[in-house]
């Protein structure tokens, strides 16, 4: 048996591509129809769509809408170009360019857009399925904790990495969903994950799928961890590099600080399609700056539900932003695959 996905996040319709438009969660439920080239790279880089794995098939069917005016050298050039340029860190948009690269530039003009579209089908079939077995090897670290405890399993987050951020149940959630399905007591402390608060839909998910949850203070991760509250904290990511060290949405590496200090295992969960074998180290990995205004201005509802912003800080403060930091590999318990859980340092053995 498995969890239902409530609200899919991407559908391929013909000549348009649909998406849940994130940024309007967790208050509004709004799909867009993604019609045009221009229209897909926006939706990555203003993160409508948002997780490395839904990114990357996002950008698939980009290229594919590309396609529909003209597949000539130019038209596919352009549309790897642009939307390669869209988000920096998250490896998967750019391997998912890469494939679709190889399968078209060596094709006639005439057989490329049927190929483009075949291949970003293959992209989301392919991900569901990496879902599920991920779902199946995080599992069994869940209800080996079960069996010998009493009570919920408490399994620590960051960021957003169930359904809404892939084409399945996830990856850092879809163990979760599995041991839902299993019949086993599981219960989510969600951080914030500010500035973006990517958290917020994290809790949202859970609610929607039935799963118990408490949506908590980013800064309150290493308190609860002290204390005993937490059992294993299992996170995403956007690139992991070859020797194992892993990008992931900037707090990731303080919950990993605080998980190795109180004896808590900390697993990321990632396809192997995120694993960037060109990547030596996490120094390699770029990191995103985004906006200041994202962490000078909340958003959210107002008194009567309207939707509104807050800004918390002048506009002319100075800030910083990056969107990603960088967990060394030492810190990982294990690294939860498609294939397995693996060592960080293992990982040179799913090379291809």
């Given amino acids: 048996m ?8 991407l559908i391929r319709d013909g000549a348009r591509v649909r998406i849940l438009d994130q940024t309007a969660l967790p208050h509004h439920r709004v799909t867009l129809a993604l019609d045009s080239l221009d229209a897909v790279a926006h939706a990555i880089r203003s993160m409508q769509v948002r997780g490395a ?24 050039e352009h549309a790897l170009t642009e939307i390669g340029a869209t988000r920096p860190t998250a490896v998967n948009l750019h ?9 078209l530039r060596p094709l006639p003009p005439a057989e490329r857009l049927a190929a483009a579209e075949r291949e970003a089908d293959a992209i989301i079939t392919e991900d ?26 408490r399994v620590m987050t960051h960021c957003n990495a169930g359904w809404l951020a892939t084409l399945g149940h996830g990856t ?15 219960e989510v402390w969600v951080s914030e994950t500010r ?19 408490r949506l ?61 074998f060109a990547c030596p180290n996490g120094a390699a990995i770029p990191i995103e700056d985004r906006d200041g205004e994202e962490v000078r201005v ?19 403060t100075a800030t910083g932003n990056p969107a990603f930091d960088v967990t060394p590999a030492a810190r990982i318990t294990g690294i939860i695959t498609e294939h397995g859980v693996m060592a960080p340092h293992a990982l040179a053995t799913l090379a291809p």
């Fill in 128 to 153: 569901i399925a990496t879902n599920a077995a991920i779902g199946q090897h995080g599992l069994a670290l869940i209800a080996d904790i079960a069996a010998k405890r009493h009570g919920p399993v």
């Fill in 53 to 76: 794995p839904l990114i990357g098939a996002t950008a698939a069917c980009g290229v594919a809408l590309a396609l529909q005016t003209a597949a000539d050298d130019a038209t596919l």
């Fill in 172 to 186: 850092a959630l879809s163990p979760v969903y599995a041991a839902q399905a299993a019949g086993i007591d599981v």
């Fill in 216 to 276: 908590i203070a980013d800064n309150a991760a290493g308190l609860l961890m002290m204390r005993g509250e937490v059992d294993l904290v299992i996170t995403g990511a956007d690139r992991v590099a070859a020797n194992g060290d892993t990008a992931n949405k900037v707090g990731t590496y303080l919950k990993a600080l605080a998980a190795a200090d109180n004896g808590v295992p900390f697993y990321i969960a990632a396809p192997v399609s995120t694993i960037d």
């Fill in 2 to 9: 498995s969890v239902p996905i409530p609200a899919p996040t």
């Fill in 95 to 103: 391997w998912a360019l890469a494939r679709m690269a190889r399968v």
């Fill in 298 to 316: 909340l958003h959210g509802r107002d008194a009567i539900g309207a939707t509104a912003q807050l800004r918390i800080a002048p506009a002319d």
């Fill in 195 to 213: 500035p973006r608060n990517q958290g917020l839909l994290t809790a949202w998910e859970l609610r929607e799928s039935g799963v118990a949850h």
